[in-house]
């Protein structure tokens, strides 16, 4: 209930609000709330893979980059001005853990770096090129069912990017659901 988060979030009187891990548009009275403004961190380089699982979206995308933000809200999607950003390589034999690994870390540092220059109002502060956005959908298990007629390539990235600690990607196998946790692409060199 959004009113009762609204009623406990007014008795901090806050200053500025940080929000991590949150899936749902935040009303621009609760923004109003804390004068030095909200942010959060989003993963990726806004205004790239605005949405949802922007880390899965990137890797099945076969990007070798991703990153994350530490951005102001305001009342669109991903769509408020950037504090700082970090860029995240996506290595050839990452998996998704490995990329949130990297994001965990690259996001405590930027907070690290950033928290207290938002408190003195000394934060970099720049609008986004709204014209270059991006925006990914929410995910779902069944979002995970692998495409044979892709190239070997895209059903590696597939695959790896939705890996554990995330449901799988899978097949349909006489019936039954066959997660598949890992694959690697061979050549017939070497088979041979």
């Known amino acids: 209930n ?4 609204q009623e406990e979030l007014k008795k901090f009187n806050p200053d500025f609000i940080l929000v991590i891990g949150w899936y749902y548009l935040i009303p621009g009275s609760m923004l109003a709330m804390a004068p030095k403004g909200a942010a ?3 993963g990726s380089l806004l205004p790239k893979y605005r ?8 890797m099945i995308n076969g990007e070798a980059e991703t990153g994350i ?8 999607i991903d769509t408020g001005d950037i504090i700082a ?7 050839e034999q990452d998996t998704i ?18 928290l207290p220059k938002i408190a003195t109002g000394t934060a970099s502060r720049w609008q986004q090129q709204h014209e270059k ?6 995910r779902t298990p069944d979002d995970g069912l692998i495409d044979w007629s892709w190239d070997s390539r895209r059903i590696r990235n597939f695959i790896r990017a939705q890996t554990k600690p995330y449901p799988g990607a899978y097949t349909i196998i006489n019936g039954k659901k066959v997660i598949i946790w890992d694959a690697d692409i061979t050549t017939d060199e070497q088979r041979g």
């Open 2 to 5: 959004l009113s009762r988060y």
């Open 40 to 42: 959060g961190i989003h």
């Open 51 to 58: 949405g949802n699982a922007p880390f899965v979206w990137a």
């Open 69 to 76: 933000s530490l951005f102001y809200f305001d009342d669109g």
């Open 85 to 91: 950003q970090q860029s995240i390589p996506i290595d």
């Open 97 to 114: 853990k490995d990329v949130l690994d990297k994001a965990q870390a690259a996001s405590v540092k930027i907070l690290l770096e950033n």
């Open 133 to 138: 956005a991006t925006y990914f959908p929410k």
